[in-house]
């Protein structure tokens, strides 16, 4: 059975935005920062792009099913460029605008991409031999079949390289429409979107809702990065989808919700249960990006379950089968998820190998399934339980973190001799290590890898040793750098920071803030070290943030990281508001 086989008689996504154009031109599609595109202007302008993206298309060497990188920021402008590489026949390749250029590059090479739907101010990121294209005189568009491709991701992979995920358009229709569905999108519902523009859950996002005919507010970079401003947009919607560390932060404070009705989140290990009386229905979702986003949905986790535990990831939706191996002989067995159904993405582009390692095909019954890694176990209410991963692989904060490729990337460094990547801490608080070997330092290791990883595969922590600890046997010793570790730190700072790498000077703001940061990013800060260059993200800002609120009990707005980066700068300015709120 193919990945696409029970999903190729449905409509695809592009039908049905060209549906929704139609039947309610001038209903609101998308609303950003610059005002409100309707569903007529959003196929006008995809259709004169893809106008444009078919003329730089149609070469002699033209591939059956070519692939265009979509380089975007988050406005109106990244929704047309989807559709219109949708509408010129070629699946698209979704690009974050804050990767480096070498990961750039590596990216694009992979999926052998030599054509970019891109903004004017982001050009230049794009490597030699990728052409920019603008729009073209206007021609007849047709939708691509369900069995064509519809995107290409790039994810992490065992490999220590980035693997390129192939989805075709049925099993995207596929989700979509469960998704849809399942949370009643439809015109006249709102929906706010936040994924990231890279990652597969903004799928979910931008096209579930308006395929349906609803209309999407899309945050812009300053919303996405602050807590506050996430919540009082979530009070103006029905309906949202957040990464799980940021509905946590959510459940954990229980702020007025306003219109929203569900609230779905993803992409990491839950571990709060919404209050009883929260003003959303709660669900919890689970899937990897070969399998199209997402296979698993919870009840609404507000009603009563045992909340000793965890919560679960769900049961198995838009025709997902879902079983163990080895089969659990009794309830609570754990075993690898396997995957089957419409959901299964086509494989890895130009990996044979892993896609035939990855998805397998079962000699009896003759289904195709992905094995995912993960190790779960079913409850008594028929529900999966998400117990850990079978390899190296990790999240942290959402983000699927292969730590082999954190190593080689080390390993690639002059002067590196050994190095090891590792998490420390829990899920949702967890905190990204290194440890390497050789004439370097922990600054120098970092600018190496901002130069090739994403931010999300940068560690907060680095330290230079003399030697990697060994087992008897002459393995690394993981469990003797995590113990090492975890007895400095990184979050047992009971007060400022010493030594001659301190900033904070004599004062108690000073030490406050400066035990804040060290407690967040494991190392006590210099005058000039940038918050987001030394480890920070958008997360652990808002850690900080609570934990110079606590100590110094003065409002500080998350945002105040981001218009002061440097320690210094930002010292500066929380040590201002102390004084105002002392005077």
């Known amino acids: 059975m193919t990945a696409t086989t029970a999903a190729r008689g449905r409509p695809t996504t592009v039908h049905a935005i060209l549906r929704q154009a139609e039947v309610a031109p001038d209903q ?41 990188a979509v380089l975007q920021p988050r406005t109106a402008a990244v929704v047309v460029a989807q559709l219109a590489a949708w509408l010129a026949g070629a699946a698209f390749l979704p690009l974050d605008a804050a990767l480096p250029a070498a990961r750039l590059a590596q990216i694009l090479a992979e999926a052998d991409c030599r054509v970019a739907l891109a903004d004017e101010s982001l050009v230049d990121r794009l490597p030699d031999g990728v052409t920019a294209v603008r729009n073209g005189p206007g021609r007849h568009i047709a939708p691509a079949p369900a069995n064509r491709l519809a995107y290409v991701i790039s994810t992490s992979g065992s490999t220590g390289r980035p693997k390129q995920v192939e989805v075709e358009h049925g099993s995207l229709s596929n989700t979509l429409d469960w998704y849809a569905d399942f949370f009643r999108l439809g015109p006249g519902t709102r929906t706010a979107a936040f994924a990231g523009l890279s990652f597969d859950a903004c799928l979910l996002d931008l096209w579930a809702p308006l395929m349906r005919g609803a209309t999407v507010l899309l945050a812009d970079e300053i919303v996405i990065r602050d807590p506050d401003r996430i919540t009082a947009t979530l009070r103006e919607v029905d309906h949202c989808f957040l990464a799980t560390p940021l509905a946590e932060q959510l459940l954990r404070v229980g702020a007025d919700t306003g219109r929203l009705r569900t609230l779905a989140t993803g992409g990491d290990r839950l571990r709060v ?6 003003g959303a229905a709660v669900h919890n979702l689970y899937g990897p990006t070969e399998a199209t986003i997402l296979v698993t949905a919870t009840d609404d986790l507000r009603r009563d379950q045992d909340r000793s535990v965890a919560p679960p990831i769900g049961r198995p939706v838009a025709g997902a089968r879902l079983l163990l191996d080895p089969p659990p002989a009794r309830l609570g067995d754990s075993g690898e998820l396997l995957i089957a159904g419409p959901v299964l993405a086509r494989g890895y582009r130009t990996a044979p190998a892993e896609t035939a390692a990855a998805f397998v095909t079962d000699p009896e019954s003759a289904d195709r399934h992905y094995r995912t890694g993960d190790i779960c176990s079913w409850t008594d209410l028929g529900e999966l339980n998400y117990i850990g991963r079978s390899d190296g692989q990790v999240k942290i904060r959402g983000n699927r973190v292969e730590l082999r490729e954190i190593e080689l990337a080390l390993l690639a460094m002059p002067g590196v001799t050994q190095a090891a990547a590792d998490v420390l801490g829990e899920a949702g608080t967890a905190l990204l290590a290194t440890w390497v070997v050789g004439p370097v330092n922990a600054d120098g290791v970092r600018a190496w890898l901002r130069e090739r990883l994403p931010a999300s595969m940068v560690p907060h922590r680095v330290d230079v040793l003399a030697a990697l600890p060994l087992t008897a046997n002459g393995k690394l010793d993981r469990v003797a750098l995590r113990a090492a570790a975890e007895r400095r730190g990184p979050d047992a700072v009971d007060g400022p920071p010493t030594g001659e790498n301190s900033a904070a000077g004599g004062t108690a703001v000073a030490g406050a803030v400066a035990a804040a940061w060290q407690a967040v990013l494991g190392a006590a800060p210099g005058p000039d070290d940038d918050f987001f260059l030394t480890g920070g993200d958008s997360l652990l800002a808002v850690r900080l943030t609570a934990q110079v609120r606590r100590g110094l009990h003065v409002q500080v707005r998350s945002s105040l990281l981001y218009e002061h980066r440097r320690f210094a700068d930002y010292l500066a300015a929380v040590a201002a508001l102390h004084a105002e709120a002392a005077g």
């Open 28 to 68: 609101p599609a998308v609303v950003d920062r610059a005002g409100t595109l309707s569903y007529r202007d959003l196929v006008d302008r995809a259709a004169a792009l893809a106008a444009g993206l078919q003329v730089e298309l149609d070469t002699p060497d033209r591939p059956a099913e070519p692939i265009v």
């Open 273 to 278: 249960w919404p209050p009883a009386d929260f």
